[in-house]
């Protein structure tokens, strides 16, 4: 059974590979940028994702209107981007430490992947186990989610969880939360020393 898992998750990840084959040029540029290889890279994402937010709002374009002009670039970039990476890209510019960087990304997508895919066997297979809990739950969610959606500007709540998907990759990378909690933890141990120092001269 394992090996038959495997051998599926490896076949997995093969056909992914194959798929982004073409754009593995593209793919390394983001992922470095996302994963903030540079350290101006974290101001670039927030002034793109500001920029193109800002520029939404200033269009007021309805939603109907913003999704096909969405689907028109996409359709664009599929279209012209083979062309405009024989220019843009060289094959002979690719080296080891690059095909080992697409290599991770593929691996990234493809577990998240079934990481999806999992979840979503599970939440049906839960809805044919315990169907009253399955819809009760979901049920809370949405209505959380409504409740969310009415409370806040859609763009700005938009806006917010672009930024942290956005940034994620490159907080994970760089161990920000890490960083921050060892920098809180010392402020708070120095501060209860101190503290401790004080009661001592006080006694």
Known sequence: MLHVQMDSQK??????????????????????????EKNFYPAIIAATITAFYLLLWALDMSTVTTLALAGLFGLAIDLFYPFLCRFLFSPDNWNGNQEEQFERV?????????????????????????????????????????????????????????????????????????????YFGCAVNSKIQQLRENNKKAD
């Not at 076949?11 to 903030?36: C, F, G, M």
């Not at 409370?151 to 890490?178: C, D, R, S, W």
């Open 11 to 36: 076949r997995a990840y093969n056909k992914l590979k194959h798929d982004l084959e073409p754009w593995r040029n593209l793919i390394v540029q983001l992922d470095s940028v996302l994963t903030w």
């Open 106 to 182: 593929c691996t990234q997508l493809c577990n998240l992947k079934l990481m999806l895919s999992g979840w979503y066997e599970y939440l049906f297979s839960a809805k044919e186990r315990k169907s009253t809990l399955f819809v009760t739950i979901v049920s809370v969610v949405l209505l959380a989610l409504a409740w969310i959606g009415a409370l806040i500007n859609n763009l700005l709540l938009m806006y917010l969880i672009t930024m942290m998907l956005a940034m994620y990759p490159g907080v994970q990378e760089k161990n920000v939360f890490h960083t921050i909690k060892n």
